[in-house]
């Protein structure tokens, strides 16, 4: 196992600064994947304006994406359980680099960028020992694989960069599944979700667990606020007839706060929620639920459920200009402000789950 010191100290002797940036692909200020008309699914660029700056093919279906913090770089992962993660040239869109799953392991569909942009963390399954693992990746070195480390769980879907630049947090999802049996899941009775807070070595430094009547609800995606509080969101493999909380609160040291509406909205969104993301100023949390096709705001002060919005198919949500940008499979991309959503655009696309910003 390489170690956080001696992979810092390789870096310095073979780093290079970047000679170009995101401006030189369009300046886009999200990624996302999508299905187009011709059936293939491509990797799009896109402005808060709702503009398609570019769309470079994929492989296959794509999940998420995470993006150099400097380079017009992105990491193109497959939906899980994938084993495909390509780095595109976003200025060409040419492939610079193939990262392929070890054996025994699949991708979960995230990663994400050390600060300085010389490292790649990626979210696996090591799936015949039943554990999660997190890929460490030398982008200076055509992102070769320099080794791995435990996600602290099962199943870890996303993952963020803390504000320290030094403490990964992983949403460990709790689910076991192994390519052999698809997406069945394996341990339901006695699924176990978490979030970890880890060092980029792979020291746990803090784990955070739902209370025992909420273990079947399987942690999977990420939000992060400047001053560190992180939202996450839920899916449900419980009773399809109870809807318990599918968003949650913490900042490192406290217990985390789980957020629900009243019952009548909380039901519409049939256990399932998608994105999540902070509004531009941080006062407000929202996240998607693409099955029931609505889109849920909180305060985040107070706690306090703000408003439900219908938009069929939503999923894709980041912070946007006075508020939100979000996307659909329908194809259209709005904004969201203190109002009604607003269509920006209406693409001849099917867009995939997530809107990753970039740097």
Same mark, same amino acid.
């Given at each position: 196992?390489?170690?956080?010191?001696?992979?810092?100290?390789?870096? !310095? $002797?073979?780093?290079?600064? *970047?000679?170009?940036?995101?401006?030189?692909?369009?300046?886009?200020?999200?990624?996302?994947?999508?299905?187009?008309?011709?059936?293939?699914?491509?990797? $799009?660029?896109?402005?808060?304006?709702?503009?398609?700056?570019?769309?470079?093919?994929?492989?296959?279906?794509?999940?998420?994406?995470?993006?150099?913090?400097?380079?017009?770089?992105?990491?193109?992962?497959?939906?899980?359980?994938?084993?495909?993660?390509? !780095?595109?040239?976003?200025?060409?869109?040419?492939?610079?680099?193939?990262?392929?799953?070890?054996?025994?392991?699949?991708?979960?569909?995230?990663?994400?960028?050390?600060?300085?942009?010389?490292?790649?963390?990626?979210?696996?399954?090591?799936?015949?020992?039943?554990?999660?693992? &997190?890929?460490?990746?030398?982008?200076?070195?055509?992102?070769?694989? &320099?080794?791995?480390?435990?996600?602290?769980?099962?199943?870890?879907?996303?993952?963020?960069?803390?504000?320290?630049?030094?403490?990964?947090?992983?949403?460990?999802?709790?689910?076991?599944?192994?390519?052999?049996?698809?997406?069945?899941?394996?341990?339901?009775?006695?699924?176990?979700?978490?979030?970890?807070?880890?060092?980029?070595?792979?020291? &746990?430094?803090? =784990?955070?667990? *739902?209370? *025992?009547?909420?273990?079947?609800?399987?942690?999977?995606?990420?939000?992060?606020?400047?001053?560190?509080?992180?939202?996450?969101?839920? =899916?449900? =493999?419980?009773?399809?007839?109870?809807?318990?909380?599918?968003?949650?609160?913490?900042?490192?040291?406290?217990?985390?706060?789980?957020?629900?509406?009243?019952?009548?909205? =909380?039901?519409?969104?049939?256990?399932?929620?998608?994105? !999540? $993301?902070?509004?531009?100023?941080?006062?407000? &949390?929202?996240?998607?639920?693409?099955?029931?096709?609505?889109?849920?705001?909180?305060?985040? $002060?107070?706690? %306090?459920?703000?408003?439900?919005?219908?938009? %069929?198919?939503?999923?894709?949500?980041?912070?946007?200009?006075?508020?939100?940008?979000?996307?659909?499979?329908?194809?259209?991309?709005?904004?969201?402000?203190?109002?009604? *959503?607003?269509?920006?655009?209406?693409?001849?696309?099917?867009?995939?789950?997530?809107?990753?910003?970039? %740097?």
């Amino acid at each position: 196992m390489t170690t956080r010191r001696g992979f810092l100290a390789g870096l !310095v $002797a073979a780093g290079a600064l *970047p000679t170009s940036g995101w401006a030189d692909a369009g300046a886009p200020d999200y990624l996302a994947a999508a299905l187009f008309p011709d059936g293939s699914y491509r990797l $799009a660029g896109l402005r808060a304006s709702g503009d398609m700056v570019f769309d470079l093919p994929l492989p296959g279906r794509g999940h998420a994406a995470a993006a150099h913090p400097s380079r017009p770089e992105a990491v193109a992962f497959a939906r899980r359980p994938g084993r495909f993660a390509l !780095v595109i040239d976003c200025r060409t869109g040419q492939p610079i680099a193939t990262l392929d799953a070890p054996e025994g392991r699949h991708f979960y569909g995230h990663g994400v960028f050390s600060r300085d942009g010389r490292m790649l963390f990626t979210t696996e399954n090591d799936y015949d020992a039943g554990q999660g693992m &997190i890929g460490l990746w030398d982008a200076t070195r055509g992102y070769a694989r &320099i080794g791995e480390m435990f996600s602290g769980g099962v199943g870890p879907h996303d993952m963020v960069l803390m504000p320290d630049g030094e403490t990964l947090a992983v949403a460990n999802g709790g689910i076991e599944t192994h390519p052999e049996t698809g997406r069945a899941q394996l341990n339901l009775p006695f699924m176990a979700p978490n979030l970890t807070y880890m060092e980029l070595d792979g020291g &746990i430094e803090e =784990q955070v667990t *739902p209370p *025992p009547g909420l273990h079947r609800n399987s942690i999977r995606h990420l939000a992060l606020r400047g001053d560190g509080l992180l939202g996450f969101t839920m =899916q449900w =493999q419980g009773d399809v007839t109870t809807h318990p909380p599918l968003l949650g609160l913490h900042r490192r040291g406290s217990d985390p706060v789980f957020l629900a509406a009243p019952e009548v909205q =909380q039901a519409r969104l049939q256990g399932y929620a998608g994105s !999540v $993301a902070f509004s531009d100023d941080g006062s407000r &949390i929202g996240f998607t639920a693409p099955r029931g096709g609505v889109l849920h705001l909180f305060d985040v $002060a107070s706690h %306090a459920f703000a408003t439900a919005h219908e938009i %069929a198919d939503v999923c894709g949500l980041g912070a946007g200009p006075s508020g939100f940008f979000f996307t659909a499979g329908t194809g259209l991309t709005g904004r969201l402000g203190r109002g009604r *959503p607003a269509g920006v655009a209406q693409a001849g696309c099917q867009w995939d789950n997530h809107l990753v910003p970039v %740097a």
